[in-house]
C-alpha cells in the first residue's frame, strides 16, 4: 500500500524558496502507472493543482505557477521534490503531495502546513 | 485560464439524496474525478473517471456525466457525508493541466 509524507519547513520568509519534500513509501517511485503531483489548500479555500512530475522527469506545471515552480524527482531517495521560488503571503497553504493516477490523485499524504511572513 | 464551477453549497436531510454539480467546458472531452474532504483531512478520492467507484467507497456514491455537466448523487445521505466535495478534471489544451473546482459544503441537516 503505497503511503506519502511531505516534509520540509513550515516557515518560510517573503520573497524567499519554498522547498518541499515527498517520500514515498510501499511502493516504487519508478513505477510507470504514476505520475506524482503537488496540491496546495489556502487556509479556508479550495483545492488548487500545483504540478505534477513523472519519474522520468516529465513535468507538467498550472500556468498561473508555472515561471515559479520546479518539481523535481529523486528516485534514489524514492522522493519528489517541490520548490517555490519568490513566495509571498499568497503562497500560505496547506501543502499535499500525492499519487497521479490514470488522472486522478488517488493516495494524498497527510499535508503539511507552510506559512510565510516575516 | 479553464474553470470547473460548482454550487458553494448543497444542504439535504438523511435519507435524502444529494446532487453536487460541477460544469466545465472540457468536461465532454475529459474525465472527472470527485473527492470529499473532511475538517482537517486530506481529500478521498469517492469518484474516478465520470463513474467509476473505487474500492471502499460505499455504493450511495455515484457520479455521471452530461455535455458540460458532471453529478456526484449520494443517495440516503448520512451524517457522515457533511463535508466539501471538489469536482477535478484537465484542461483540453493537450497541457494536462489538471483543475479542481471550487469546492461544495454539503451540510446534512
Known amino acids: 500500500q503505497l503511503q506519502l509524507q511531505e516534509s520540509g519547513p513550515g516557515l518560510v520568509k517573503p520573497s524567499e524558496t519554498l522547498s518541499l519534500t515527498c517520500t514515498v513509501s510501499?511502493?516504487?517511485?519508478?513505477?510507470?502507472?504514476?505520475?506524482w503531483g503537488w496540491i496546495r489548500q489556502p487556509p479556508g479555500k479550495g483545492l488548487e493543482w500545483i504540478g505534477s512530475?513523472?519519474?522520468?522527469?516529465?513535468?507538467y506545471y498550472n500556468p498561473s505557477l508555472k515561471s515559479r515552480v520546479t518539481i523535481s524527482v529523486d528516485t534514489s531517495k524514492n522522493q519528489f521534490s517541490l520548490k517555490l521560488s519568490s513566495v509571498t503571503a499568497a503562497d500560505t497553504a496547506v501543502y499535499y503531495c500525492?499519487?497521479?493516477?490514470?488522472?486522478?490523485?488517488?493516495?494524498w499524504g497527510q499535508g503539511t502546513m507552510v506559512t510565510v511572513s516575516s | 485560464s479553464y474553470e470547473l464551477t460548482q454550487p458553494p453549497s448543497v444542504s439535504v436531510s438523511p435519507g435524502q439524496t444529494a446532487r453536487i454539480t460541477c460544469s466545465g467546458d472540457?468536461?465532454?472531452?475529459?474525465?472527472a474525478y470527485w473527492y470529499q474532504q473532511k475538517p482537517g483531512q486530506a481529500p478521498v478520492l469517492v469518484i474516478y473517471?465520470?463513474?467509476e467507484r473505487p474500492s471502499g467507497i460505499p455504493e450511495r456514491f455515484s457520479g455521471s456525466s452530461s455535455g458540460t455537466t458532471v453529478t456526484l448523487t449520494i443517495s440516503g445521505v448520512q451524517a457522515e457525508d457533511e463535508a466539501d466535495y471538489y469536482c477535478?478534471?484537465?484542461?483540453?489544451?493537450?497541457?494536462?493541466?489538471?483543475?479542481f473546482g471550487g469546492g461544495t459544503k454539503l451540510t446534512v441537516l
Open positions: 473517471k465520470d463513474s
Open positions: 512530475i513523472y519519474y522520468s522527469g516529465s513535468t
Open positions: 500525492g499519487t497521479n493516477y490514470e488522472g486522478a490523485f488517488d493516495i
Open positions: 510501499g511502493g516504487s517511485i519508478s513505477s510507470s502507472s504514476y505520475y
Open positions: 472540457a468536461l465532454p472531452k475529459q474525465y
Open positions: 477535478q478534471s484537465a484542461d483540453s489544451s493537450g497541457l494536462m493541466a489538471r483543475v
